[in-house]
């Protein structure tokens, strides 16, 4: 993974995700510290894909271009940008951090070709345990909401859904969610840690390749602590854990930029012309 945090861009950083108060000045990395920034970074800070939907490649993953554009900036980003930043953040509060990539299968049918290695997942251990858990912030409405031990077996809870990770052959890992009552599989994981330029090289496809789905259509989420909101094009999707859901169709793309800086809190700011490129992507 990348360099640690500055000091400076740590402060920043929990601060943006509201734990700063909470966590203290020197903040002991415990699995409570983890689910304590894990919890407060996805509510905070939003899964979306407007610089690839935009033609905006996103070139730089370096932790300092990742804090400048999702903390000071008050974007978002993809799994590269979200885990990176959060990489970053561990890595400065002590933790032992590995990049794991994986196939996602997600809405996925079973006899589909393979998927590209193109989603970006964390292996954290805990020092004062040497326990390993997966961290995932990255995965729109659907994100992991409490990191899970990587080694536990059967359902694991977190905040929302139950989660579970399935051994497979050579190593890899299946990420299941039980969503009503049936268990889905997300992604799969390899098991063998990634250096940062085989990040560059996924996020690099995912941001420019013509067939990927955050270059031919927006995407954003958000989990908030009652319900999980995913948008995809000009359909706003809010699942909330009472067990309710809502389909919401946006009518143009003033509203679609309506929800992105209201309910996601997008600063789209300096990005040009927002609202005619959407128009065009919408219509497209």
Excluded at 103 to 127: E, S
Excluded at 250 to 264: K, N, W
Aim: net charge negative; proline share 7%; aromatic share 6%.
């Amino acid at each position: 993974m990348d360099t640690p945090m500055t000091a400076s861009e740590l402060h920043a950083y929990l601060r943006r995700i509201d734990v700063a108060d909470l966590l203290g000045a020197c903040p002991e990395p415990t699995l409570g510290t983890l689910e304590t920034v894990v919890a407060g970074h996805i509510r905070s800070i939003p899964f979306e894909t407007l610089d690839p939907a935009l033609g905006r490649p996103v070139a730089d993953l370096r932790t300092g271009a990742l804090v400048e554009k999702l903390v000071h900036r008050h974007r978002g980003g993809y799994c590269y940008e979200q885990n990176g930043l959060l990489s970053g953040a561990l890595l400065a509060l002590g933790y032992d951090v590995a990049a794991l990539t994986g196939r996602v299968v997600w809405k996925q049918p079973d006899d589909a070709p393979p998927t590209p290695r193109t989603h970006l997942a964390l292996a954290v251990a805990v020092p004062t345990t040497g326990e390993r858990y997966l961290v995932d912030v990255g995965f729109g409405a659907q994100t992991l909401s409490a990191p899970i031990r990587i080694d536990g077996e059967g359902p694991q809870p977190t905040r929302h859904e139950p989660y579970r990770l399935v051994a497979m052959p050579d190593g890899w890992r299946r990420l299941e969610a039980e969503i009503r009552g049936t268990w889905r599989p997300l992604y799969v994981l390899g098991p063998d840690a990634q250096a940062r330029i085989d990040l560059e090289v996924g996020s690099w496809y995912v941001s420019t390749h013509p067939e990927s789905a955050f270059v031919r259509g927006l995407s954003a989420g958000l989990v908030a602590d009652d319900a999980r909101w995913g948008l995809r094009g000009n359909l706003l999707r809010v699942h909330r854990r009472t067990g309710d859901s809502e389909r919401v169709v946006l009518g143009s793309a003033a509203a679609v930029i309506e929800v992105l800086t209201g309910r996601f809190g997008i600063d789209v700011t300096g990005l040009g012309d927002v609202e005619a490129r959407l128009t065009r992507l919408l219509s497209g």
